[in-house]
């Protein structure tokens, strides 16, 4: 058998290592991950997106939620969206200590990706590592990336089912959680709640829920405490969203993405560098033209 057809069937058999060596490939682009995208089987395995502020506890919430879910014999994937910002520098090996628990268990597979730039965006890499795991036999994927301006509204797009954290010291953020989350979450989770002021912020943002005629659940965690984590995963696993209308809306968008994608590997950027620098020395230069008359000639 050649490469493609080894990966294939290993990552339908669930090979961890197999599984990783695929995820390498098509992070980096390296043949053969367009055939292996192209012949993998899909399936639609729920996704469930975990996003929210710097430090609202996110992985260890992640790590709770597979604890328990483990203990139910369910298979899970964690991909850990690291936004490529300097501010979060130290949060791989955070994330490794507070997932450390997960890197033994045979039911979780962890990875670990890097945004490239977009901070914290969900990338069209992103969507095609997620396809990677769908192709496997997990019962559960959990995307975690941090909410930081239009990743919430793009995981909110990956994912089937997302989990908004919050702490009890985002009530001064209540405005922007009614203006912009109300849209992306499907449960609002409030974390630390073992901290003051926890129940009046959950209250507080039932009421908004409530005010603006939205189902939307909001359960209190103490993640590293492993408090309030069974009704959340009851919810995770139970809850029927309607996930077909979501799909339908988005596959255009995606398709958008890979089209994109595929037009932009035509483009030979040393090529282009140096074909616009010399272009620059003629008098009579414009780059909109020099864009236009390049992309017919190229
Ligand atoms: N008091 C308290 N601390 C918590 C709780 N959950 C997590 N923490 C702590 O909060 C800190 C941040 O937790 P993380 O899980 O790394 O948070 P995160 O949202 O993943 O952080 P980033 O990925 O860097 O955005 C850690 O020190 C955790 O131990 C909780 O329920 N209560
Ligand atoms: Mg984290």
Redesign the pocket.
């Known amino acids: 058998m050649n490469l493609h057809q080894d990966l294939k069937k290993g990552i339908e058999e669930g090979d961890f290592r197999t599984i990783a060596r695929a995820l390498t490939l098509v992070e980096n682009d390296i043949e053969p991950s367009t055939d292996l995208l192209k012949s993998l089987k899909i399936k639609d395995t729920l996704v469930l997106g975990i996003t929210?502020?710097?430090?609202?506890?996110?992985?260890?919430?992640?790590?709770a939620i597979t604890n328990n879910l483990a203990v139910a014999g369910k298979k899970i994937a964690i991909l850990?969206v690291d936004p490529t910002s300097p501010f979060?520098f130290?949060?791989l090996l955070?994330?490794r200590i507070?997932m450390s628990q997960q890197f033994n268990n045979p039911n979780v597979y962890i990875r670990s990706i890097a945004t490239r730039g977009a901070l914290g965006g969900i990338s069209l890499k992103t969507l095609e590592l997620v396809d990677v795991l769908k192709a496997a036999e997990f019962d559960l994927i959990i995307i975690?990336t941090?909410g930081v301006g239009q990743s919430e509204v793009e995981i909110a797009g990956l994912a089937d089912k997302t989990c908004v954290?919050l702490v009890p010291e985002s009530g001064d953020e209540i405005q922007n959680i009614k203006s912009g989350l109300m849209e992306i979450a499907q449960v609002f989770v409030v974390?630390?709640?073992?901290?003051e002021g926890a129940d009046v912020f959950a209250n507080n943002l039932k009421k908004l829920v409530n005010e603006q005629h939205q189902a939307i659940p909001v359960f209190k965690?103490?993640?590293?405490?492993n408090?309030g984590l069974t009704e959340l995963c009851i919810w995770i696993v139970e809850e029927k969203i309607e996930v077909n209308k979501k799909r339908k809306f988005l596959i255009g968008d995606k398709a958008y993405k890979i089209i994109q994608n595929q037009k932009m590997k035509a483009i030979d950027k040393t090529k282009l560098l140096t074909d616009v620098q010399e272009a620059l020395l003629k008098s009579n230069f414009n780059i909109y033209q020099f864009a236009e008359d390049w992309l017919k000639h190229s």
Do not use: M, Q
Request: aromatic share 0%; no cysteine; charged share 25%.
């Open positions: 929210g502020p710097p430090g609202a506890g996110k992985s260890t919430l992640v790590n850990a979060n130290g949060s955070g994330d507070r975690e941090v954290v974390n630390k709640a073992d901290r965690t103490v993640a590293d405490k408090i």
